[in-house]
């Protein structure tokens, strides 16, 4: 019998990634209140850099390819620690338009704090090119496991 070696596999590689952010995120703590998990911390950087528009939950499940009950949870938990508000549309109460609130601002410096810190790290020991190459390889397997999926 073959030994299983789990290390020759590119979804184990990319869950040890994976599982590395979350552990960075779990202890940089800022201190202002609950620890943000990753993904969260993402949708509030997604809201801030769409501040010109409305977003509203299925714009976080299409850019996230996450399913519509997982974001449903993690709006949930944004709103009961203050971070966002959901407001119902005029014209159509089930669309919610999502903004955040203040308290989101004032920890947007440490999430995007930690995003650079992890980009920089993850960037580490590659030229500009090789990284480059790097996001072409990985938008291609992402491309592929899409594929699989649909």
């Avoid at 020759?8 to 995120?25: A, E, T």
């Avoid at 202002?32 to 976080?60: S, W």
Wanted: neutral net charge; glycine residues 6%; charged residues 35%.
């Amino acid at each position: 019998m073959k030994q299983f070696t789990p290390d020759k596999y590119l979804g184990h590689k990319l869950g040890r990634i994976h599982r590395n952010i979350d552990r960075y995120f779990d202890r940089n703590k800022d201190g202002a209140g609950p620890c943000l998990p990753r993904t969260q911390g993402m949708i509030i950087g997604y809201l801030m850099d769409n501040v010109e528009r409305d977003i509203f939950q299925k714009d976080i499940e299409a850019h996230f390819d996450l399913k519509g009950a997982t974001v449903t949870n993690m709006l949930k938990s944004l709103e009961k620690n203050g971070f966002i508000i959901r407001t119902p549309m005029e014209n159509d109460a089930r669309l919610k338009r999502i903004t955040l609130t203040e308290k989101a601002y004032e920890r947007e410096e440490k999430i995007r704090d930690n995003i650079r810190t992890i980009e920089v790290a993850m960037k580490k020991g590659f030229t500009d090119e090789e990284y480059r190459q790097l996001f072409s390889y990985i938008d291609r397997v992402i491309e592929n496991m899409e594929e699989l999926n649909s």
